[in-house]
């Protein structure tokens, strides 16, 4: 591995709110490195690659890969054990004590083993210490813009939470040509950095003594026509679903909500033809997309350099949990 960025998941998976992990593990997902060894009969990579492991793998054989709707790989949610390889094996251990695989990819180490189908070549000339972002935050929240909400041009988009997956969707949401970025957030701190991203009007819901529902109808003159949930906050959730009673359609969920929590809201608000989506890793298939997403960065179609506001070694890890917990950064990238 040589580098990976710190992802609001990794820090979910640190609280244990995440569905079915086992410890201990090696967590990270969000990473890029060179190929060091390959197994046998591995003919997709070589050693000397430079890869992407992949949170949404795909064999490109099951239903839902041969579908050009799905990205959940069927080989690797179904028949994989959890936190292990496809043959129910890991490959590391700590003191003989073995210890578990994370998203496929495990990337919070300087050697990772992975299956050919969770990783993917990209371009040598790509640079290394913000690409990795491509691995989880920039791709699932530019996706869910482009992909999953398929925002038009000329609407309005709202996003909940600014944060590494907010400001990916204000990418996503600038390109499809969304003419109006409305970020809410509880950290004002974060309202500069948003504006870069092409937010155009940022607000704090403590400002105001309305719930931000009532706030977000009235100055949307009655609803904006996709709403964005980066947080992964069950009240944050609601919030925007109550917030929508007048508007056209909504788009909804990127956030990853803690394990046995539950979404309740009254249907009859959606009686109007509201639609709630979500997505995985912004609805790419991992293998087809990431290189091309690599090549689109190259290209400078978007600024991943932006969203790094720290860097740090791999031994002041917990420094860079610390800068997530307070909300002092945007994306943290360790180098390995
Ligand atoms: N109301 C508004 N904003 C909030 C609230 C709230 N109640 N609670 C938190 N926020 C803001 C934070 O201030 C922060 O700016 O949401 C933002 C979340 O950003 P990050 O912590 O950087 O998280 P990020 O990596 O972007 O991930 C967001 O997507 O993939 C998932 O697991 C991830 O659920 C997480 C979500
Ligand atoms: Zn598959
Ligand atoms: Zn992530």
């Known amino acids: 591995m040589l580098y990976t960025g710190i992802c609001r998941s990794d820090e979910h998976a640190v609280e244990g709110i995440l569905p079915e992990m086992k410890f201990p593990i090696i967590i990270g997902h969000e990473g890029v490195g060179i190929v060091e060894s390959i197994g046998e009969g591995v003919t997709g990579i070589k050693p000397g690659d430079r890869v992407i492991p992949l949170i949404a793998p ?16 069927l080989t690797f949610i179904l028949n ?10 890991s490959r590391f251990t700590c003191k003989g004590k073995q210890i578990y695989h994370f998203l496929f990819t495990s990337t919070f180490t300087e050697y990772t083993v992975v299956e050919e189908n969770a990783v993917t070549k990209i371009d040598d000339g790509a640079t290394m210490d913000s690409v ?21 041009p000329g609407s309005t ?41 092409g ?50 359609e909504l788009q909804f969920i990127v956030g990853v909500s803690a394990v046995q929590s539950k979404l309740s809201f ?9 639609t709630l989506k979500s997505s995985y890793f912004g609805g ?48 943290t990238v360790l180098k390995l």
């Open 132 to 152: 990795c972002l491509i691995g989880c935050g920039f791709s699932t929240g530019y996706g869910s813009a482009l992909n999953t909400a398929k925002v038009h």
């Open 266 to 274: 009254d249907p009859l608000i959606m009686l109007s033809g509201r």
């Open 58 to 73: 795909q064999c490109g054989k099951c239903t839902v890969c041969k579908d050009p709707r799905g990205n959940r790989c």
């Open 284 to 331: 790419w298939k991992g293998k087809d997309s990431v290189p091309m997403l690599v090549s689109d960065c190259m290209a400078k179609k978007f600024d991943l350099e932006k969203l790094v506001t720290h860097r740090l070694p791999l031994e002041k890890i917990n420094e860079g949990f610390d800068l997530l917990r307070s909300g002092k950064c945007i994306r």
């Open 157 to 197: 988009c709202v996003i909940f939470g600014l944060g590494g997956i907010g400001l990916a969707v204000a990418v996503g949401c600038k390109i499809a040509g969304a003419t109006r970025i409305i970020g809410v957030d509880i950290n004002a701190d974060k309202f500069d950095k948003a504006k870069a991203f």
């Open 199 to 248: 937010v155009s009007e940022c607000m704090n819901p403590k400002d105001s003594d309305k719930p931000i529902a009532q706030v977000l109808l009235e100055l949307t003159g009655g609803g904006a026509d996709y709403v964005f949930e980066c947080i992964g906050n069950i009240e944050t959730m609601t919030a925007a679903l109550n917030s929508v009673t007048l508007l056209m």
């Open 80 to 89: 994989r054990p959890k936190g292990l390889m496809s043959d129910g094996t």
